[in-house]
């Protein structure tokens, strides 16, 4: 085989594995599944400990977030304003839920982490290693989360 041939085939294995590099980390940054419907993604945050809409997994104005060792389950919720979010530490590792960007975390409130932490100012933060945290979400938008322990795990909170 000629050297042009040997090449190609290279690049060809090359381009094959970081597809499937990327696709399987796409797959570990999610749940897995995807949901085609609108009614297949509220069955999902269902049935992956979201609460429903008659409050199944705890009171009316509150959903819960489980975190597991392949991170946020469900991966995305959908809130009314003023609801709070439930997170749970379920991993068996440390988790810091924060608001995006890492490691500044200020996307939620405009502060830094350095600048909102000592008085917890209103930010989207845990603010410290813990196994619960809860945070009430009194701005509409929608506001992406990360485990500050382990910055590849992160999740959508979706406030209407």
């Keep these: 085989m000629s050297s042009k041939g040997i090449v190609t085939v290279v690049v060809i294995i090359f381009v ?3 597809g499937i590099f990327f696709l399987s980390q796409s797959d570990e940054a999610g749940t ?3 949901a085609t419907s609108t009614d297949e993604m509220n069955e999902q945050e269902t049935s992956n ?9 705890g009171s009316d104005d509150q959903a819960v977030v489980r975190y597991t060792a392949g991170g946020f389950e469900p991966g995305s919720v959908v809130i009314e304003q003023g609801e709070t979010v439930q997170f749970v530490n379920e991993s068996g590792r440390d988790m810091w839920v924060a608001s995006a960007m890492h490691p500044t975390h200020e ?3 405009g502060t830094t982490l350095r600048e909102h ?3 917890g100012s209103g930010a989207f933060d845990q603010c410290e290693v813990g196994d619960q945290f809860s945070f009430t979400f009194e701005q509409v938008g929608e506001w992406n989360y990360h485990n500050h322990a ?11």
């Design 16 to 18: 094959i594995g970081l």
């Design 32 to 34: 897995g599944e995807s």
């Design 49 to 57: 400990g979201a609460a429903d809409a008659d409050g199944a997994n």
């Design 107 to 109: 996307a939620y409130a």
């Design 117 to 119: 932490c000592p008085d």
């Design 150 to 160: 382990n910055a590849s795990h992160f999740g959508t909170v979706v406030v209407e």
